[in-house]
Nanobody, 115 residues
């Protein structure tokens, strides 16, 4: 089992920045892809960014050029640097980690961007 704990959410004005962090604990051997998803009220959860164990990254078109995902395999952490935030970035952000055939989720952290 892998446990994920997110931190770093909050309230920020449009154009501002936030940095989300996620720490994995438990049986963390060979965690493969990690990523961040978000869910806005009344909308389905969507992928924001993901990063493979080797460092390959993937971003939603809506965040390309503004968000940067990174990870530290030794510490089993993943971060999301969010710049130039927009009101439409508001939502609950969830950390995700994949290990073998299992997918794990954090409890979520709220990000609110005011206009």
């Amino acid at each position: 089992q892998v446990q994920l704990v997110e931190s770093g959410g909050g309230l920020v004005q449009a154009g501002g920045s936030l940095r989300l962090s996620c720490a994995a604990s438990g049986i963390t051997f060979r965690i493969n892809a990690m990523g961040w998803y978000r869910q806005a009220p009344g909308k389905p959860r969507e992928l924001v960014a993901s990063i493979a164990r080797g460092g390959d990254t993937n971003y939603a078109d809506s965040v390309k050029g503004r968000f940067t995902i990174s990870r530290d395999n030794a510490k089993n952490t993943v971060q999301l640097q969010m710049n130039s935030l927009k009101p439409e970035d508001t939502g609950v952000y969830y950390c995700n980690a994949n290990q073998w055939s299992n997918s794990y989720w954090g409890q979520g952290t709220q990000v609110t961007v005011s206009s």
